[in-house]
């Protein structure tokens, strides 16, 4: 089946700097990669997506990069803000009843 | 728009007892549901997801159980809750198959 690992488990930065969080997973067939984030005691939310048949994607601050060959994504958060932090959960699809597998997460912290 | 329930927002359950977690979906039809177990505030865990009304796929063998017994409503069940059953639970709802939106969660503690 499917396996997700994220990297890293857990990162600090300074505001104004920008974030990376990366993904790698095993199924090939997969083709759908959401991105979420989930502050302490909440629900995950929905972030940013993206599908197989496209390489990248932006929305304002956040991106997310897709490289189908080396089976690997990432998100990019631009200018972080202390509201960006959070924990960050990348996850992989492959369209079979809408089942994803989440990575580990990624604890951001934005230092003022 | 669509919106998703559950309930209770928090229980607390003696070891053996039983476990009845309940979450609906409003606002859209035949959507696909899911249950996910969140433990120590990492790692969501797939535990059941459903198609259709009184269609469950078990994704990790365990002593918990899931029905669909209408529409836009999934329950989550154990006859006898283990220590390990502590977390949070998630229910998520998708209709495209794609996209899934997360419940507002449960947070269980088994004592």
């Known amino acids: 089946g499917e396996n997700v690992e994220q990297h890293p488990s857990t990162l600090s930065v300074q505001e104004g700097d920008s974030a990376v969080i990366k993904c790698t997973y095993s199924d090939s067939a997969s083709n759908y990669f959401p991105w979420y984030k989930q502050e302490l005691g909440k629900r995950p939310q929905l972030i940013i997506d993206i599908r197989s048949n496209v390489g990248e994607k932006k929305d304002q601050r956040i991106a997310v990069t897709l490289n189908k060959t080396a089976k690997h994504f990432s998100l990019h958060i631009t200018e972080t803000q202390p509201e960006d932090s959070a924990v960050y959960f990348c996850a992989a699809s492959s369209g079979q009843g809408g089942k994803l597998i989440f990575g580990q997460g990624t604890e951001l912290s934005v230092k003022p | 728009s669509q919106t998703i329930h559950q309930w209770p927002a928090t229980l607390v359950q003696p070891v053996g007892s039983p476990l009845s977690l309940e979450c609906t979906v409003e606002g859209t039809s035949n959507p696909n549901l899911y249950w996910y177990r969140q433990a120590a505030g990492r790692g969501l865990q797939l535990l059941f997801y459903s198609v259709g009304i009184g269609q469950i796929s078990s994704e990790v063998p365990q002593n918990l159980s899931a029905s669909r017994p209408q529409d836009r409503q999934f329950i989550l069940s154990s006859k006898k809750l283990l220590l390990s059953d502590s977390g949070f639970y998630l229910c998520?709802?998708?209709?495209?198959?794609?996209?899934?939106?997360f419940g507002p969660g449960t947070r269980l503690t088994v004592l």
């Open positions: 998520a709802w998708s209709v495209s198959g794609d996209e899934q939106f």
